[in-house]
């Protein structure tokens, strides 16, 4: 058969459609049927190209449901995680896209752990003091709180009476070349009967059988303020204390200055070496941008440490210690520092000062105020640590050596970083809008920062159009003057020159020290008996108690932040780009690869002095740089690791000292200025 038949024959057979008798299969009738029903038969290869052209079935995309809440943090300090979940609602099909993740972690509670104030026990009770006839014992604190861990107990000191054979030295003789004032004071005979009261209490005039007038019969009235020039400086703080120096006295001389302002001549006194009567008033605000918290602590720091007076024979562990812990106690740091923790801010400090006097004190022989030289001579011979701390919580760590009188307005204003890159205003406009803001508001000048994008910017828009009132916060400081002017200088939004100008008025009444050097007051204590002991010992605990507010005592913080000792609890102060309360949140900014920078860790203990037969010799002390240890290529600790000085042996068994810097301290090989 020919292959028409056989299809013809398989279509019947398969479909029964005709041609149900197999003789008839040829039949032309079922023939054409079976080519009829051939042809729209579709093969195979048709149905599959059919089935291609089919549209496929749309896609369906996975979709989840809403988050969970985020579980509890594994930890609650120093990092844990917190997950949350969540679940497919519709599951993908059709090659629809698929579905996201399903748990999320996140770090929390990244903050290092509280740390709780630790102190040693107590040491043993110093050597009975045979003139206070009173020992004590002191207890050092280990580990300052951190972190808001717990505060450290008050009772670090123990006092308590004693009694002792030895015989308290005779303290009331200044010899034959000088005159005992009632008060102890020494004074040169010359300068009894001379009509001044050089001793202080008048003594030095009576009994006298003539009065040989020093200013042949003139009178000249003491220069204004110039009492305040003698007051002391608490370089923790930068508070003024009690006078140290006594302005009052002249020493049996009558020098005048002259003062064109008054149109008359003053007195000077004996301290004071130069005196110049100078009014400066200036209407401009000098500016200056941190672009941290610890950079605006740094360089307060740095500038108190140039004040101090390196001149003199005072130890130098004094002077170390002093620039170690300068101006870390001051209110304007403490609000600063703490304002740091909430958010990454940027700061800017607007100044005005006002000069009024220039002073100089005398280099040598400087006449202490009767008070303070009573309370030198009260001081027990022995180092006890409390009753010269007292005396240096009374008058401060240092005097004043140079300065000028006069006022300064000061206000730090804090921007969180990310309002400023809002403003649109770079760093050099920001700091132009609030010099010409604070001059529009003092002075009443106009044009500079009206019409111009101080009062444009997205930022001043929120806010009455001012750049200075959209600071987040501000901290004004203001020396000179009394307090109930210096506290109408607080910014206001408008035009305040009355209330500048009645501060000016005011600070020439009651002017502050602005512009100053100072030396440690260890350097007063000279002409009286037992005088180099005592130096010594006030020395020594200036030495403690600056360093017991010194930072190598805290734990680091993180991302190099800077920790910062007041009072008796460690805070952090950040680095730019990092905030929290041990830095942990943010990145530091231009830090490449998070380096950690090393830190020293605290000073160990000296070595035994090694005593020649002349007394002299000399000791040394150690540090490590592991507060931190640098790590990811830091930078390693600046200065040496040890140090060596000159220091004199002092039988005092039994007094838990029994060596002293001799005030000839060698100067540790390290960097200049390096303290």
Not at 303 to 316: E, L, P
Not at 404 to 428: I, K, M, N, W
Request: some cysteine.
């Amino acid at each position: 058969m020919n292959d028409a038949a056989n299809i013809c024959r398989s279509f019947v057979f398969k479909n029964a459609r005709c041609c149900y008798h197999r003789m008839r299969f040829i039949s032309r009738v079922c023939l054409f049927v079976a080519v009829a029903a051939l042809l729209t038969v579709p093969s195979d290869g048709w149905r599959r190209r059919r089935r291609r052209r089919r549209p496929p079935p749309p896609p369906v995309h996975c979709q989840v449901g809403q988050w969970s809440p985020w579980s509890t943090c594994s930890a609650s300090c120093k990092g844990g995680s917190q997950t949350r979940q969540r679940s497919i609602t519709v599951h993908p099909a059709h090659g629809g896209s698929g579905c996201p993740a399903l748990t999320e972690l996140r770090p929390c509670n990244t903050q290092t752990c509280p740390l709780d104030c630790t102190v040693a026990d107590f040491g043993n009770w110093t050597k009975c003091d045979p003139c206070e006839r009173k020992q004590e014992r002191t207890r050092l604190v280990v580990r300052p709180s951190q972190f808001k861990g717990h505060d450290c107990p008050v009772d670090l000191y123990e006092t308590r009476p004693c009694a002792t054979n030895e015989v308290c030295p005779p303290s009331d003789s200044c010899g034959e070349e000088k005159f005992t004032c009632q008060n102890k004071r020494c004074i040169p005979k010359i300068q009894t009967c001379n009509g001044d009261n050089d001793c202080g209490d008048y003594s030095d005039e009576r009994d006298c059988d003539r009065i040989f007038d020093v200013c042949d019969g003139q009178r000249f009235d003491a220069i204004p303020n110039i009492a305040f020039a003698g007051s002391g400086y608490n370089i923790l703080n930068g508070a003024v204390s009690g006078n140290v120096l006594d302005n009052r006295l002249y020493g049996g001389t009558c020098d005048t200055v002259y003062s064109g302002d008054h149109g008359k001549s003053f007195r000077l006194p004996e301290n004071v070496q130069n005196y110049r009567f100078q009014v400066l008033a200036d209407n401009s605000f000098t500016t200056t941008v941190y672009n941290s918290a610890e950079e605006y602590y740094r360089e307060e720091r740095t500038n108190s440490q140039r004040n101090v007076k390196v001149g003199g024979s005072a130890n130098f562990l004094v002077i170390k210690a002093s620039g170690g812990v300068s101006h870390s106690q001051s209110r304007m740091t403490h609000d600063v520092v703490q304002s740091a923790q909430r958010i990454d801010s940027k700061y800017f400090k607007v100044m005005n000062t006002v000069e009024l006097a220039q002073f100089r004190m005398r280099r040598s022989e400087l006449e202490p105020s009767d008070y303070f030289l009573r309370r030198i001579r009260d001081l027990p011979l022995y180092y006890h640590y409390l009753d010269y701390r007292f005396l240096i919580e009374d008058f401060g760590t240092h005097y004043f050596s140079s300065g000028s009188l006069g006022g300064q307005y000061e206000f730090v204003y804090r921007y969180t970083r990310a309002d400023l890159q809002h403003s649109g205003l770079s760093e050099e406009e920001q700091k132009s809008c609030l010099s010409a803001e604070a001059k529009a508001s003092f002075f009443s000048f106009s044009g500079s920062a009206s019409g111009s994008r101080c009062k444009d910017n997205a930022l001043s828009q929120k806010n009455s159009g001012s750049f200075t009132l959209s600071a987040s916060e501000s901290f004004s400081y203001v020396k000179g003057g009394s307090s109930e002017k210096a506290g109408q200088l607080a910014f206001a939004n408008g035009p305040i020159p009355e209330k500048y100008e009645a501060w000016i008025q005011d600070v020439k009444r009651n002017p502050a020290i602005i512009r100053y050097e100072i030396t440690p007051i260890s350097e007063l204590v000279v002409g009286i008996p037992q005088a180099d002991r005592k130096r010594r010992n006030l020395e020594q605990a200036l030495v403690d108690y600056l360093n017991s507010y010194h930072s190598c005592k805290c734990s680091p913080c993180q991302n190099n932040g800077q920790a910062l000792l007041i009072g008796t609890d460690c805070v952090c102060v950040c680095k730019a780009g990092t905030f929290g309360i041990s830095c942990e949140q943010g990145t530091q900014i231009d830090n490449v690869g998070a380096a950690i920078h090393g830190n020293w860790a605290c000073w160990g203990p000296w070595t035994a002095c090694s005593a020649e037969s002349d007394g002299s010799g000399q000791r040394t002390r150690q540090r490590t740089c592991t507060n931190p240890a640098p790590q990811n290529g830091g930078q390693a600790c600046p200065g040496q690791d040890s140090e060596t000085e000159t220091c004199t042996y002092i039988d005092t068994s039994g007094e838990g000292f029994n060596e002293s810097s001799s005030g000839g301290a060698r100067r540790p090989k390290s960097p200049k200025g390096e303290l």
